[in-house]
C-alpha cells in the first residue's frame, strides 16, 4: 500500500474538562479547546463521556456537535445509554472502548470477539444512522477479524503498551510492540478497515507510527493537554502535527 499522503490528528479534549472539574464552574472550557485545535491544524475532535461523566459532560458533547466544524470522534462505551446519545448527537463517528469505573484511563482494547449480540446492538443503530463505527483494540489478528465481522468501518489500535515500553526504558519490549502494531494495521488495512492508533503517545514515540503507512489517522490528548501549560495547546499541537508528517515523508522526527 502507498503511503497515504495526510496523516491526521485528531485531539482529545477530555483533560481540560478535567482541569474544569476539580473545581467546578465552567472554565476551562473545553470547547473553546476544541475551538484553538482547529486553529492549530487538528483534523478532528475526540472526547469520551464517560458513565461517570469524570470528565466530559453531556453539555460539552452536545455544544462539540453543534458549535466546532471539526468531525467530532465521540468515544463511549458499549452502553444503551451512550448509544442513545449517540444517536441523538449524531457526531462522524463513535469510538467503542472498554470502559470500567475505577480506572485512571482506558487499560486496553475492546473484547470484539467477545462481545457477542449485545455489542452489536449497540453498533447497528448507531451504523444505520450513518455514524461511522470505530473500535478500540488491541493489536490482535483475532480482534481484527471480529471488528470486521462486526461490521466496523475503522479499528484504532491501542497504542499503550508501546508507550509504556518507552516511558520504561524497555528498548526490547517497545520495539516489540511497534512491530505488533505495524502487523496489527497490516491485517486491519488488508481487511478493508481504516485504521487508526492512539493512547500515550508523546512527541518521543509518535513519529514510529506515524511511520505506519496503514495508519492515516492519530489520536492524542493527555500529552497534548499537558504540554499546552508549558508551551500553549496551539503550539503543543503544531509541533506534533510537524513531527508526525516528518515521519510519514520519511524525514525523520526532529525535535
Given at each position: 500500500?502507498?503511503?497515504?499522503?495526510?496523516?491526521?490528528?485528531?485531539?482529545?479534549?477530555?483533560?481540560?474538562?478535567?482541569?474544569?472539574?476539580?473545581?467546578?464552574?465552567?472554565?476551562?472550557?473545553?470547547?473553546?479547546?476544541a475551538?484553538?485545535?482547529?486553529?492549530?491544524?487538528?483534523?478532528?475532535?475526540?472526547?469520551?463521556?464517560?458513565?461517570?461523566?469524570?470528565?466530559?459532560g453531556d453539555e460539552d458533547i452536545a455544544r462539540l456537535a453543534s458549535e466546532i466544524g471539526l468531525p467530532l470522534n465521540l468515544e463511549m462505551a458499549a452502553t444503551e445509554e451512550m448509544r442513545a446519545i449517540a444517536l441523538r448527537h449524531?457526531?462522524?463517528?463513535?469510538?467503542?472502548?472498554?470502559?470500567?469505573?475505577?480506572?485512571?484511563?482506558?487499560?486496553?482494547?475492546?473484547?470484539?470477539?467477545?462481545?457477542?449480540?449485545?455489542?452489536?446492538?449497540?453498533?447497528d443503530p448507531i451504523k444505520a444512522a450513518g455514524i461511522r463505527i470505530s473500535l478500540f483494540i488491541d493489536p490482535v489478528e483475532a480482534?481484527?477479524?471480529?471488528?470486521?465481522?462486526?461490521?466496523?468501518?475503522?479499528v484504532e489500535l491501542h497504542t499503550g503498551a508501546y508507550a509504556h515500553a518507552h516511558q520504561d526504558g524497555d528498548a526490547k519490549r517497545f520495539a516489540s510492540e511497534l512491530a505488533r502494531l505495524q502487523k496489527g494495521a497490516e491485517l486491519a488495512d488488508a481487511a478493508g478497515l481504516e485504521v487508526h492508533a492512539g493512547h500515550g503517545l508523546c512527541f518521543e514515540t509518535v513519529a514510529p507510527i506515524s511511520a505506519i503507512s496503514q495508519v492515516v489517522e492519530l489520536n492524542?490528548?493527555?500529552?497534548?493537554?499537558?504540554?499546552?501549560?508549558?508551551?500553549?495547546?496551539?503550539?503543543?499541537i503544531e509541533k506534533m502535527r510537524r513531527l508526525m508528517l516528518e515521519a510519514r515523508r520519511g524525514q525523520g522526527a526532529s525535535a
Open positions: 500500500m502507498a503511503v497515504a499522503e495526510k496523516l491526521r490528528l485528531g485531539v482529545n479534549i477530555d483533560h481540560v474538562a478535567t482541569i474544569r472539574n476539580a473545581r467546578g464552574g465552567r472554565l476551562p472550557d473545553p470547547v473553546r479547546a475551538e484553538m485545535a482547529a486553529l492549530a491544524g487538528a483534523d478532528g475532535i475526540t472526547a469520551h463521556l464517560r458513565e461517570d461523566r469524570r470528565h466530559i449524531k457526531p462522524n463517528a463513535c469510538c467503542l472502548v472498554p470502559e470500567k469505573r475505577q480506572e485512571v484511563t482506558t487499560e486496553g482494547g475492546l473484547d470484539v470477539l467477545g462481545g457477542g449480540a449485545a455489542l452489536q446492538g449497540i453498533l480482534q481484527i477479524e471480529a471488528a470486521v465481522k462486526a461490521g466496523a468501518d475503522i492524542i490528548g493527555h500529552f497534548l493537554i499537558g504540554e499546552a501549560i508549558f508551551t500553549g495547546l496551539e503550539g503543543a
